[in-house]
C-alpha cells in the first residue's frame, strides 16, 4: 500500500463515527475480513452470552430457563431488535427458522391472498434457494408457475396474472440494489403482492417496509447482522395482515395456546402464527446479543459509510490493478449498490484464493467473480486499501497462478 492511500485511509478512519464499533467484534489482527455479506464478525457480546446461556441457563436452570429466562418469547424479542433495522413496527417481525422456510410459508399466504392469480415473479439471477422453494411451493400445491426475468424486465413483467413477486433487494452477485419503495410500488399498482428477500440488507443500509407498504419480507441473520453461522432468520408481515394470514406450516408453537395442547390448530395471533417449531434458543441467543452492536446507531452512517469505503475501494483497484486485469461487476453508482464490490476475472476462484492466503478474506462466485463484502460496523477503510493494494499484486506478478489455487473447495 502506497503512503498516500494509507494517510488517505486514515483520515476517512479518524473520522468515521462507526469507529468504535469495531471493538465490539472478534477480528483476527492479521486478517482483513471482508466477507461480512456472507458470515459476519463474531460480536464479543454474542460470545459472552452464549457462554452464560449454555453454563448459566442450560446447566443450571435448565427447563425452567423457559419461564426463568424468557426462552419462550425469544422469537419475538429478537425480532423487535431486527424490526429497527427495517424499518418494521414492533410486534411485526418474528426470528425463526430459515430464509428458505419463512420463503415458504410467506410464499403460501401471498398466493392465498390472490387467488384468482398464480404466477410467481422473480428474477432470473435470484439467490438460487428462492427459486427452488417456489418451484417446491408450486409442485406441492399442484398449481401455478415461476416465471423468472432479467432484473431490468421486472416492471414489465407485471401482468395480471402475477400473484407475488418475490425479489432480493440486493443481488448477491453484483451488489446492485433495487429501489424498496419503487418497486413495491410498481407491485402494487399491478395488483400483486410484494415478498422482500432482504439477506443483504438487513443491517448494511437503511431499510424502511412501514413505509414501503410491503406485505412480507424475509431475511437471514447470519449476514450483517452477524447471528453465527446458520443463525436463525426472520420474517416480517405487514401488521395490518397479521391476523388473517394462513400458516402453511402450522406447528404447535404457531398455536395460539401451545400449551393447552390441543388437538386442533388455532393459530396465535399476529405474526407469532409463523412460529413452528420449538426455537433453537443458543444460535437464537448468540444473534439477540449480536443485535446490541446496533444499538444506538443511526442506519444512516451505517449506509453512508458502507457507500464511501466500496467508493474508495473500487477506486483504488481500478487505479493499481492491471489494466484489463478485472471489470467491474457491480453499479458504479453507490445509490443503486449493496455495501459490496464485485470484480470479474479470468480464473476468479485461484485469485481469491491467493488473496485468502495472503489474509484478505472475500469470496468467488461463479463463473468468474471476486466479491468483496464490505461490513460498516467494523470494516475499516485502511483495511480496503490493504485489500486493493494486495489484489493488485497478485494480479500483477501472477502467482495466483500456482496449482493449489485452481482446486475448487466444498465452500467457495
Do not use: C
Given at each position: 500500500m502506497d503512503e498516500s492511500a494509507r494517510a488517505a485511509a486514515a483520515a476517512m478512519d479518524a473520522a468515521d463515527p462507526l469507529a468504535d464499533r469495531r471493538a465490539l467484534f472478534r477480528l483476527p489482527e492479521d486478517v482483513v475480513y471482508l466477507d461480512g455479506n456472507s458470515l459476519g464478525a463474531l460480536p464479543l457480546a454474542a460470545e459472552r452470552r452464549i457462554a452464560e446461556a449454555v453454563s448459566g441457563e442450560w446447566g443450571e436452570s435448565l427447563i425452567?430457563?423457559?419461564n426463568a429466562h424468557g426462552w419462550l418469547d425469544l422469537p419475538a424479542r429478537t425480532g423487535d431488535r431486527i424490526a429497527r433495522l427495517i424499518g418494521a413496527a414492533p410486534g411485526s417481525t418474528l426470528c425463526c427458522d430459515s430464509t428458505s422456510i419463512n420463503i415458504f410459508k410467506l410464499l403460501a399466504a401471498a398466493l392465498a391472498m390472490r387467488p384468482g392469480r398464480d404466477v410467481i415473479l422473480s428474477?432470473?439471477?435470484?439467490?438460487?434457494?428462492?427459486?427452488?422453494?417456489?418451484?417446491?411451493l408450486l409442485g406441492l400445491i399442484g398449481r401455478g408457475r415461476l416465471h423468472l426475468v432479467a432484473r431490468a424486465d421486472i416492471a414489465g413483467a407485471l401482468g395480471p396474472e402475477v400473484a407475488v413477486a418475490?425479489?432480493?433487494?440486493?443481488?448477491?452477485r453484483s451488489g446492485c440494489r433495487l429501489d424498496l419503495d419503487e418497486t413495491t410500488r410498481a407491485v402494487h399498482d399491478a395488483g400483486a403482492v410484494m415478498l422482500w428477500d432482504l439477506a443483504h440488507s438487513a443491517g448494511a443500509f437503511r431499510v424502511d417496509l412501514a413505509t414501503s407498504r410491503a406485505e412480507f419480507a424475509v431475511g437471514c441473520g447470519y449476514k450483517y447482522l452477524n447471528g453465527g453461522p446458520g443463525?436463525?432468520?426472520?420474517?416480517?408481515?405487514?401488521?395490518?395482515?397479521?391476523?388473517d394470514v394462513a400458516p402453511a406450516l402450522s406447528g404447535w408453537m404457531g398455536h395460539?395456546?401451545?400449551?393447552?395442547?390441543?388437538?386442533?390448530?388455532?393459530p396465535a395471533p399476529g405474526v407469532d402464527r409463523l412460529r413452528v417449531g420449538t426455537p433453537p434458543i443458543l444460535s437464537m441467543t448468540a444473534l439477540h446479543a449480536a443485535l446490541e452492536a446496533f444499538e444506538g446507531v443511526d442506519m444512516a452512517?451505517?449506509?453512508?459509510?458502507?457507500?464511501?469505503?466500496?467508493?474508495?475501494?473500487i477506486a483504488e483497484v481500478e487505479?493499481?490493478?492491471?489494466?484489463?486485469?478485472?471489470?467491474?461487476?457491480?453499479?458504479?453508482?453507490?445509490?443503486?449498490?449493496?455495501?459490496?464490490?464485485?470484480?470479474?476475472?479470468?480464473?476468479?476462484?485461484?485469485?481469491?484464493?491467493?488473496?485468502?492466503?495472503d489474509g484478505v478474506i472475500g469470496d468467488f462466485r461463479a463463473p468468474d467473480i471476486l466479491r468483496f463484502g464490505f461490513a460498516p460496523l467494523y470494516t475499516r477503510f485502511v483495511d480496503a486499501a490493504q485489500a486493493a493494494a494486495l489484489l493488485a499484486d497478485i494480479l500483477a506478478t501472477g502467482r495466483w497462478d500456482r496449482p493449489g489455487n485452481h482446486v475448487r473447495a466444498a465452500v467457495t
Open positions: 425452567r430457563s423457559w428474477e432470473r439471477g435470484n439467490f438460487p434457494t428462492d427459486l427452488h422453494v417456489a418451484e417446491g418475490m425479489l432480493t433487494q440486493v443481488d448477491y443463525a436463525p432468520a426472520f420474517a416480517y408481515v405487514r401488521p395490518d395482515l397479521a391476523d395460539a395456546a401451545p400449551f393447552d395442547f390441543e388437538p386442533g390448530y388455532r452512517q451505517v449506509e453512508a459509510k458502507g457507500r464511501a469505503l466500496v467508493d474508495f475501494f487505479r493499481l490493478a492491471p489494466p484489463g486485469a478485472l471489470s467491474l461487476v457491480s453499479p458504479r453508482d453507490g445509490a443503486r449498490r449493496g455495501p459490496q464490490a464485485a470484480f470479474a476475472t479470468p480464473n476468479g476462484y485461484a485469485v481469491m484464493q491467493t488473496l485468502i492466503a
